[in-house]
């Protein structure tokens, strides 16, 4: 039996076998207060994160990836069913809070998926894997927040289940730009780093190559 070769890390992106992953887009991490209580988090967020997720996400409906949001949210009220990790820390937003929206610069289409969360990863706390296998995926895009943190875990995580992890470092964003430069400089070895601009390039390649092939 013939085996498939592995897909190359830098072979051309097929929309059709690509998730766009935006992690923890919401109304609880993103907001006004974090302006004060996160300023660098607030302002890279705002300035350069947030426009290169929906310049990927306008290029990534019209070319027929699939799109992915996940939004940190309790499945029960007390927050009993969370990680260890999130009950140590506090971090808890009740099911259908205000806080677990996606914020309004991307806000998800009638067709596109959400999935609450629970854990760093959301391999490990969501049916995020059966889905990809159900749809097709081999190649997942991943954006949000915190680069340092759910995004970092996200793509180590994907890779070891023998996913095509694709990072563009200037559509997540952490604390700090140390943090931010470290998690890149530790997951490359887990995904292809490159940017927004790149990627979008790509997707809008594929689709006029679709387009010629009518």
């Known amino acids: 039996m013939t085996r498939a070769a592995p ?3 830098h072979s051309p992106i097929d929309p059709s076998r690509t998730a766009i992953l935006f992690i923890d887009t919401q109304d609880g991490i993103f907001h006004a207060g ?3 209580a996160r300023p660098y988090f607030f302002r890279s967020a705002r300035d350069v994160a947030i426009p290169g ?3 990927l996400l306008e290029a990534g409906r019209s070319a027929g990836a699939e799109i992915v949001f996940t939004v940190i949210e309790s499945l029960t009220r007390d927050g009993r069913d969370r990680s260890l990790d999130y009950k140590q820390t506090n971090f808890h937003f009740a099911p259908g809070s205000p806080e677990t929206r996606v914020i309004e610069a991307l806000k998800p289409g009638d067709d ?3 999935l609450p969360k629970t854990s760093s990863s959301l391999f490990n706390s ?3 894997e059966y889905l990809l296998r159900n749809i097709g995926i081999d190649t997942v895009i991943v954006t949000g927040f915190l680069t340092d943190q759910c995004v970092d875990h996200t793509v180590r995580d994907g890779a070891d289940r023998g996913f095509r992890m694709i990072c563009p470092t200037d559509a997540c964003t952490t604390d700090s730009r140390e943090r931010h430069d470290g998690a890149l400089s530790a997951f490359k070895g887990y995904c292809r780093l490159t940017d ?3 990627l979008i390039e790509e997707l809008k390649a594929a689709q006029r190559s679709k387009l010629e092939q009518i």
């Open 34 to 36: 974090a302006e004060t």
């Open 7 to 9: 897909l190359d890390r």
């Open 196 to 198: 927004s601009d790149t």
């Open 126 to 128: 969501t049916i995020f």
């Open 112 to 114: 596109e998926i959400i």
């Open 53 to 55: 997720m929906a310049r």
